[in-house]
């Protein structure tokens, strides 16, 4: 099973000049893949609210500097919100998220850490 330590390996290892981005890229999928098949899927009950949660952290402090949890039904919404305040936001593909969402795709879907700004950005579905 990836951990998020696993992740944050390779993307050193990106940073770093180690491997190239398509490599770190395609052992991120395989590690996820890894993920995928390891755990039997989560069932939900129908009706059951899903949530689109984001979370920004500040890598020097540690501390949490936005945390928003968006319902399902107003997602699409809430990031285009997201994306004034937030201009990374806006490069996020929106139908990705959507089909992952509609699949019964769970847990932590993006992990970026973002070391020019000092930021750690992570995305849940639950």
Do not use: C, Y
Not at 8 to 22: N, P, Q
């Amino acid at each position: 099973m990836a951990t998020t330590e696993e992740r944050m390996k390779i993307l050193t290892m990106i940073r770093e000049g180690k491997i190239s981005a398509e490599e770190g890229a395609k052992l991120l999928s395989a590690l996820s893949e890894d993920k995928k098949t390891s755990r039997s899927p989560a069932t939900r009950a129908s009706g059951e609210p899903r949530w689109f949660r984001v979370r920004v952290t500040d890598l020097v402090s540690g501390k949490t500097k936005v945390s928003v949890n968006i319902p399902f039904g107003l997602m699409e919404w809430g990031l285009q919100i997201g994306a004034q305040f937030a201009p990374e936001v806006g490069d996020l593909d929106f139908e990705q998220l959507k089909e992952m969402l509609q699949s019964g795709v769970e847990g932590k879907v993006i992990d970026v850490i973002d070391e020019e700004d000092g930021e750690h950005v992570e995305i849940f579905i639950d």
